[in-house]
């Protein structure tokens, strides 16, 4: 157990529709880290929040969008979904905002299906 | 980003010492190199981070060669619950946080 936790751990949806996943990092980390996985294009990183504020950005699409809140929780909303949007959804915490040594913990992750 | 090049896949027995060998010829100045284990349908798990020469762990060592070029990581003594896909990642870790994960080495430990 990693100490990350996300919420739902599976979510069923239909095209066209939107989602909220959520994150909460490990007690006394500041930084949430989010990650696409589908079969077709492996494990991408999307966004990286640090005390709140977005910190680097990676292959995220428009439709998709994040938010760190005070208490250091995370959303990922995802709308307007298609078909290929479906894959596993992981969040990730770490202490620091970068930098050598900071280890990265991923949760157990969201399986999203879009039918 | 430097582009890294790993095995798809590899076998080993139990017991025996695996290598992974991963190659990344435009590493950078700044680059750190660090290995994660992925099992299936789980998030990814740090095993290893180093920048140079020979770094070592209760889990596995990671050797850097001089030129930094490639990067070996070292699994002593496998076991069946070792099999999983192993991901090699060089970045610039003070200015970048985009991970790029590769297509990894899946990692096949047999009894």
């Known amino acids: 157990d990693s100490g990350v936790t996300q919420t739902p751990k599976h979510l069923i949806t239909a095209t066209g529709q939107r989602v909220t996943l959520r994150c909460s990092p490990r007690?006394?980390?500041?930084?949430v880290y989010w990650y696409q996985q589908s079969l077709d294009q492996g494990l991408q990183f999307l966004i990286q929040?640090?005390?709140?504020?977005?910190?680097a950005k990676g292959n995220i699409l428009e439709r998709f969008s994040a938010q760190q809140f005070p208490d250091l929780h995370s959303e990922l909303n995802l709308s307007s979904l298609e078909l290929g949007d479906s894959a596993l959804y992981f969040c990730?915490?770490?202490?620091?905002?970068?930098?050598?040594?900071?280890?990265?913990?991923f949760g157990p992750g969201t399986r999203l299906t879009v039918l | 980003l430097a582009k890294t090049t790993q095995p798809i896949s590899m076998d080993s027995y139990e017991g025996q010492e695996v290598n992974i060998t991963c190659s990344h010829n435009?590493?950078?100045?700044?680059?750190?190199i660090t290995w994660y284990q992925q099992f299936p349908s789980q998030g990814p798990r740090f095993i290893i981070q180093?920048?140079?020469t020979k770094v070592t762990n209760e889990v596995a060592s990671l050797f850097i060669p001089a030129d930094r070029k490639s990067s070996t990581l070292s699994l002593p003594r496998v076991s069946l619950s070792d099999t999983a896909v192993y991901y090699c990642?060089?970045?610039?870790?003070?200015?970048?946080?985009?991970?790029?994960f590769g297509a990894g080495t899946r990692l096949t430990v047999k009894p």
């Open positions: 929040y640090y005390n709140g504020e977005e910190r």
């Open positions: 990730a915490s770490s202490v620091a905002a970068g930098g050598p040594y900071n280890e990265q913990f």
């Open positions: 990642l060089v970045g610039d870790l003070f200015h970048n946080n985009d991970m790029r």
């Open positions: 180093g920048y140079k």
């Open positions: 435009n590493i950078a100045t700044n680059d750190y």
């Open positions: 007690s006394g980390d500041l930084s």
